[in-house]
């Protein structure tokens, strides 16, 4: 026989011989069948003892292993059927979120992404693993999010029931400092008298209203009890103060003024000095005007920019007038007919260059030209102010505590006919 031959024999019988020998490889094994996809046994092992390692870590005793695997097994199902259900909607996350995810994760912990990163690996898992994780939980939370919000109606009726109760228990805890002013009127009173009463505390509400100062007016006017501390009763909660300020007062906002209010005894006003014990809630608001040019095919972005140079120049000169250019040149046709004026806006609703950039000027000032994804433009701020936005946001409020109820059962209801709907095969003993 061929030596040759016979030499790749004898190598390829001792390579059997090695093989036969060699300890036995465990094959994974299929743990469920969820429609067109599997789940394998090694995820089932491999979540499972992280879950035991958790609970071991704090202290606990861990559940008993049988349990642990079949609510493990649960789980995967419910996330797969799910995953499944966002493939099906296109849904997909993007590099940029994935990665803005993972920094908020390592901040959560005071660690940078590399520090996490060598936790994660410690902890003998991969970064891909890690990753890949980390986005189905990404999928998963974008799909029910889509689907279950569908599912949740809230009426207007329901947001105004739960705000009158929120508004109520904020009313029990807040206490208000109150400052009045009495012009005092008999009951008998002649016409005469009414009218002079009436025309006096009028001119005196006027005077509160144009920013006069309210204790010296108290002071040189009032003919309540507390005149001479200009005013002021200091603080107090609706139970503990007249019937009158109470009703008037309710619900009433820090510097509001109410009035005037005839009673038995006189006619008044109001003013809510202060408030404490109750969530105010405020917002920056700007109002600005800007020219906006978009560059084209037949105007580059340097020429667009150089355009707005030049209408800037010529505003600070004193040679053209802002509203003027905008209503010319302006390519935003809703502010350009106003003068490019945007009105009273709270920044964030500005696409971010713009919003940085508004923020960031003085009054009456002029921006450079800047880009945003609209184009190119110059701003001008002519207006900020603090605005009190309590009540939209409590009611935002009521709204989002309706919806976070109802979420998980409506979650829950869907993923149950997720698997209603699907062929789910448990390959192993219950």
């Known amino acids: 026989m061929n030596k040759v031959l016979l030499t790749a024999i004898s190598a390829g019988m001792a390579l059997f011989s090695s093989w036969l020998s060699a300890a036995p490889v465990e094959l994974d094994e299929v743990a469920a069948v969820v429609n067109q996809d599997v789940i394998m046994q090694s995820e089932v092992d491999k979540l499972t003892d992280n879950v035991r390692r958790q609970y071991l870590e704090a202290g606990k005793d861990a559940p008993e292993m049988a349990a642990l695997k079949k609510q493990v097994l649960e789980k995967l199902i419910g996330d797969n059927l799910q995953l499944q259900a966002a493939q099906r909607l296109g849904i997909k996350i993007s590099d940029s979120q994935l990665e803005q995810t993972i920094l908020s994760i390592a901040k959560d912990q005071n660690l940078s992404v590399s520090q996490l990163q060598n936790n994660i690996v410690k902890d003998g898992t991969s970064v891909a693993e890690f990753r890949h994780s980390v986005e189905e939980e990404l999928l998963i939370s974008d799909v029910s999010r889509v689907q279950v919000r569908r599912r949740i109606n809230i009426s207007e009726q329901e947001v105004e029931q739960l705000l009158k109760m929120v508004n109520e228990q904020q009313q029990e805890q807040s206490q208000y400092r109150i400052g009045h002013i009495m012009l005092k009127l008999d009951s008998e009173a002649s016409s005469e008298d009414l009218s002079q009463v009436t025309n006096k505390i009028?001119?005196?509400?006027?005077?509160?209203?144009?920013?006069?100062?309210?204790?010296?007016?108290?002071?040189?006017?009032?003919?309540?009890?507390?005149?001479?501390?200009?005013?002021?009763?200091?603080?107090?909660?609706?139970?503990?103060?007249?019937?009158?300020?109470?009703?008037?007062?309710?619900?009433?906002?820090?510097?509001?003024?109410?009035?005037?209010?005839?009673?038995?005894?006189?006619?008044?006003?109001?003013?809510?000095?202060?408030?404490?014990?109750?969530?105010?809630?405020?917002?920056?608001?700007?109002?600005?005007?800007?020219?906006?040019?978009?560059?084209?095919?037949?105007?580059?972005?340097?020429?667009?920019?150089?355009?707005?140079?030049?209408?800037?120049?010529?505003?600070?000169?004193?040679?053209?007038?802002?509203?003027?250019?905008?209503?010319?040149?302006?390519?935003?046709?809703?502010?350009?007919?106003?003068?490019?004026?945007?009105?009273?806006?709270?920044?964030?609703?500005?696409?971010?260059?713009?919003?940085?950039?508004?923020?960031?000027?003085?009054?009456?000032?002029?921006?450079?030209?800047?880009?945003?994804?609209?184009?190119?433009?110059?701003?001008?701020?002519?207006?900020?102010?603090?605005?009190?936005?309590?009540?939209?946001?409590?009611?935002?409020?009521?709204?989002?505590?309706?919806?976070?109820?109802?979420?998980?059962?409506?979650?829950?209801?869907?993923?149950?006919?997720?698997r209603e709907e699907a062929y789910i095969q448990i390959m192993q003993a219950e």
């Open 202 to 418: 009028k001119q005196i509400l006027a005077d509160v209203n144009a920013g006069s100062d309210f204790e010296a007016l108290a002071l040189a006017n009032s003919q309540g009890p507390k005149a001479l501390q200009g005013g002021d009763w200091g603080w107090m909660n609706l139970n503990d103060m007249p019937t009158l300020f109470a009703e008037a007062i309710n619900g009433g906002k820090k510097g509001q003024v109410f009035g005037p209010i005839k009673s038995g005894a006189g006619m008044h006003i109001l003013k809510v000095i202060d408030i404490k014990g109750k969530q105010v809630v405020t917002s920056t608001e700007v109002n600005s005007r800007h020219i906006l040019i978009k560059p084209s095919v037949i105007l580059s972005d340097a020429k667009a920019k150089q355009v707005l140079d030049k209408y800037r120049r010529q505003i600070l000169s004193g040679e053209k007038d802002f509203a003027e250019l905008a209503k010319q040149h302006s390519e935003d046709p809703g502010s350009a007919i106003k003068g490019g004026e945007l009105g009273w806006a709270d920044p964030s609703l500005y696409v971010p260059a713009f919003k940085d950039e508004v923020l960031r000027l003085d009054m009456r000032e002029i921006s450079q030209p800047f880009r945003s994804v609209h184009g190119w433009h110059i701003v001008q701020l002519i207006g900020k102010r603090t605005a009190d936005i309590t009540d939209q946001a409590n009611e935002q409020r009521a709204y989002q505590i309706i919806f976070n109820r109802r979420f998980n059962e409506e979650r829950e209801a869907w993923v149950n006919e997720l």
